[in-house]
């Protein structure tokens, strides 16, 4: 058994050198789990929660860089993740309990690779790309839609480590809602993040991102294609509802599940959709404000 804590990319490097089967720990909420079930007592750790660049959420002018190792707690309280990824921010805060987002992080909620995973659909859905450093010290950035695969697999090396995640900034909007098997603590039965620009009320650039309805969670264009060009405040109900419905049978068709998972998804879409409501309500009325201080000629009254 072994104990391994780096501090700087240097001894990260080197512990990813003599890794030797030892486990990547952060929050260890998921690590814990598995060892316990494979009734693994003796094992070997490298612990990345000192790792100062892997716990930080840095912006610069056009992105926002969160550490692989930010905990779900730290995500919610974020003002830059509230301002720019808000659906992140949601996810976050509706990961399990309070003692689980005071420890579980972005990274393992991705490299995981769980199909109920909360926060892989918005990071999908922003189409972030994460840093990844292996054990000769190359970094390399990747989508993270190309290294999660599917239900418990990715394309990640046995030394690689995920450092950070990029989000680039944009005017979108977005709204994340799941459904559990009950109110608190709950894994998803299914999920989604929905994250699209407005302009002048109608949705434009529409991603619809379903988690739990099949090895990963994907984008569904059939529900993206209801919602683009349709205006935010008047959805046209029935058109929705035959979109997802078509778009869980074309994900699980032979699942038993996709009973229960249609009208569970029509109303999580819903909810997700009330959320970006809600946002672009707040941002019309600062766009008013922001009018009344500023009258013809630039000068503020």
Known sequence: MSFLM???????????????????????????????EKKQFHYSLIDLTHMEEMAAIEETDDAVIIGAAVTMDELERSEAVRRYLPALAKAASMVGSTQIRN??????????????????????????????????????????????????????????????????????????????SRKAVAISKVNVCIRTDVENGIMRNVSVLLGAVGPKARRSPFVEKVLEGMELKQIDGDLLKEAVYAQIEENIPDRSSKHYKKPASLGIICDALKDIREQEKLREELRRKSREMKPEGGIPR
């Open 6 to 36: 780096p501090e700087t990319r240097e001894e990260l490097v080197a512990a990813l050198k003599e890794k030797n089967g030892a486990w990547l720990c952060a929050g260890g909420t998921d690590l814990m789990i598995r060892l316990r």
């Open 103 to 180: 420890r579980a992080t972005i990274g393992g909620n991705v490299a995981n690779a769980s199909q109920s995973s909360d926060l892989t659909p918005v990071v999908l859905a922003y189409e972030s790309r994460a840093q990844i450093c292996n054990g000769t010290g190359e970094v390399r950035s990747c989508a993270v839609d190309e290294f999660v695969k599917g239900l418990g697999k990715t394309a990640l090396g046995e030394t690689d480590v995920i450092l950070s995640f990029e989000f680039k900034k944009s005017d979108a909007v977005s709204g994340f809602a799941k459904v559990g």
